[in-house]
């Protein structure tokens, strides 16, 4: 038998692509499609010989698709109709309609794919876009399997999977957080950030130890990071120089969002998830790097609400709090060396475009159950 086919849709910068080869399975990506010109760019740049139509889902006719006769469909579509911290508008939210159109072209193609492997986020479980999925695959003979996941645990702790003789088309629909180091039931919730923290909502009975913090979530942070199996975030770091300085928190969001910031230093082994707003926006879009490791959170933030703007602002600069640059979010995804993005690339675009991609041994290691 010859490669696996595979049809790369919503390839962004190739997230999905890079954890194909991550999972060694003998592959070809016979196409990509995104809408995003700057994704593409970066697209082009890593996975150059991988032909790439620059068009929305919508704009695929049935007979194109039947024309790529692929074996695969690696998918990971719009995740803002699903997730805590957005409208929750499912089905009715105009950026489901390629994910719907996918669903309704599935059974008409002349050759169904053998393998289909989708990633969304926490939320998308309990949507009606995932009944939507689920009635397709069982319309079309699939079997199927879903995880909730957390790249935490991902590598050790996967389910058995059903004997493949007994599977005519495969499916593994994986919700993933893109945080490298927090789970799902786990995840931190920014206070004020609009964000529902469902089952981690605070208790109205529950004190703040200091920053805003509960003494059963300092408790739980601490738990984290005490995890030997897990590495620490100094693994994936890069080394410090001049350039390092742009990374730094203008003293404008240290004193307006000091409060509402995860703060994580290079010994910790976790973080909270990058979003695409992150190295922009301040509140709820990641964590923050803590370089001075020799300081005590604790004592900085301590009756600091009492001092002048001026005081409080050289209090928290004694943190030395900076910005993970985008290379550092490329390792925590996992994304090799080699991986790059092109030079007109600018940083904004670099933060947006990796907080809308995936970790990529999180997808390698389903793409080796899939197909396994």
């Given at each position: 038998?010859?490669?696996?086919?595979?049809?790369?849709?919503?390839?962004?910068?190739?997230?999905?692509?890079?954890?194909?080869?991550?999972?060694?399975?003998?592959?070809?990506?016979?196409?990509?499609?995104?809408?995003?010109?700057?994704?593409?760019?970066?697209?082009?740049?890593?996975?150059?010989?991988?032909?790439?139509?620059?068009?929305?889902?919508?704009?695929?006719?049935?007979?194109?698709?039947?024309?790529?006769?692929?074996?695969?469909?690696?998918?990971?579509?719009?995740?803002?109709?699903?997730?805590?911290i957005g409208l929750q508008g499912d089905v009715s939210d105009?950026?489901?309609?390629?994910?719907?159109?996918?669903?309704?072209?599935?059974?008409?193609?002349?050759?169904?794919?053998?393998?289909?492997?989708?990633?969304?986020?926490?939320?998308?479980?309990?949507?009606?876009?995932?009944?939507?999925?689920?009635?397709?695959?069982?319309?079309?003979?699939?079997?199927?399997?879903?995880?909730?996941?957390?790249?935490?645990?991902?590598?050790?702790?996967?389910?058995?999977?059903?004997?493949?003789?007994?599977?005519?088309?495969?499916?593994?629909?994986?919700?993933?957080?893109?945080?490298?180091?927090?789970?799902?039931?786990?995840?931190?919730?920014?206070?004020?950030?609009?964000?529902?923290?469902?089952?981690?909502?605070?208790?109205?009975?529950?004190?703040?130890?200091?920053?805003?913090?509960?003494?059963?979530?300092?408790?739980?942070?601490?738990?984290?990071?005490?995890?030997?199996?897990?590495?620490?975030?100094?693994?994936?770091?890069?080394?410090?120089?001049?350039?390092?300085?742009?990374?730094?928190?203008?003293?404008?969001?240290?004193?307006?969002?000091?409060?509402?910031?995860?703060?994580?230093?290079?010994?910790?082994?976790?973080?909270?998830?990058?979003?695409?707003?992150?190295?922009?926006?301040?509140?709820?879009?990641?964590?923050?790097?803590?370089?001075?490791?020799?300081?005590?959170?604790?004592?900085v933030f301590k009756s600091i609400e009492m001092l002048s703007e001026e005081e409080k602002l050289m209090k928290l600069s004694?943190?030395?709090?900076?910005?993970?640059?985008?290379?550092?979010?490329?390792?925590?995804?996992?994304?090799?060396?080699?991986?790059?993005?092109?030079?007109?690339?600018?940083?904004?675009?670099?933060?947006?475009?990796?907080?809308?991609?995936?970790?990529?041994?999180?997808?390698?290691?389903?793409?080796?159950?899939?197909?396994?």
């Open positions: 038998m010859g490669p696996v086919r595979v049809l790369e849709l919503y390839s962004g910068i190739g997230g999905m692509h890079q954890a194909l080869r991550e999972s060694c399975i003998s592959a070809e990506v016979v196409a990509a499609v995104d809408v995003n010109t700057v994704a593409n760019e970066v697209y082009k740049h890593n996975f150059p010989s991988t032909p790439l139509w620059a068009k929305t889902i919508e704009g695929i006719t049935l007979a194109e698709l039947n024309r790529l006769s692929f074996d695969m469909i690696l998918m990971s579509p719009p995740c803002q109709p699903f997730t805590r105009p950026r489901t309609n390629s994910f719907l159109y996918i669903l309704d072209i599935l059974p008409r193609l002349q050759r169904l794919p053998k393998y289909i492997l989708l990633e969304n986020v926490k939320g998308f479980e309990t949507s009606s876009a995932r009944d939507k999925l689920v009635e397709t695959l069982k319309k079309c003979g699939f079997k199927y399997q879903e995880f909730l996941l957390s790249p935490t645990y991902i590598l050790e702790n996967f389910p058995d999977q059903e004997p493949k003789a007994s599977v005519k088309h495969r499916v593994a629909a994986g919700l993933e957080k893109e945080s490298s180091f927090t789970s799902p039931e786990e995840e931190h919730i920014e206070p004020n950030s609009g964000s529902d923290a469902g089952s981690g909502q605070r208790s109205q009975k529950e004190a703040f130890v200091f920053k805003l913090e509960t003494a059963k979530e300092m408790e739980r942070k601490r738990n984290q990071d005490s995890d030997l199996s897990i590495q620490m975030l100094k693994d994936f770091l890069e080394e410090d120089g001049e350039e390092m300085s742009q990374y730094f928190l203008p003293p404008k969001a240290l004193l307006r969002y000091a409060f509402l910031l995860d703060i994580v230093t290079p010994s910790c082994r976790r973080s909270t998830c990058f979003t695409k707003g992150y190295g922009h926006y301040v509140e709820g879009t990641g964590s923050v790097l803590q370089t001075a490791e020799d300081v005590q959170l604790e004592s004694t943190l030395k709090l900076r910005y993970f640059t985008p290379r550092e979010i490329e390792n925590l995804y996992g994304f090799p060396p080699e991986f790059g993005f092109p030079d007109k690339i600018t940083m904004k675009q670099r933060y947006r475009l990796l907080g809308n991609s995936l970790n990529v041994h999180v997808v390698a290691k389903l793409i080796s159950l899939l197909t396994g």
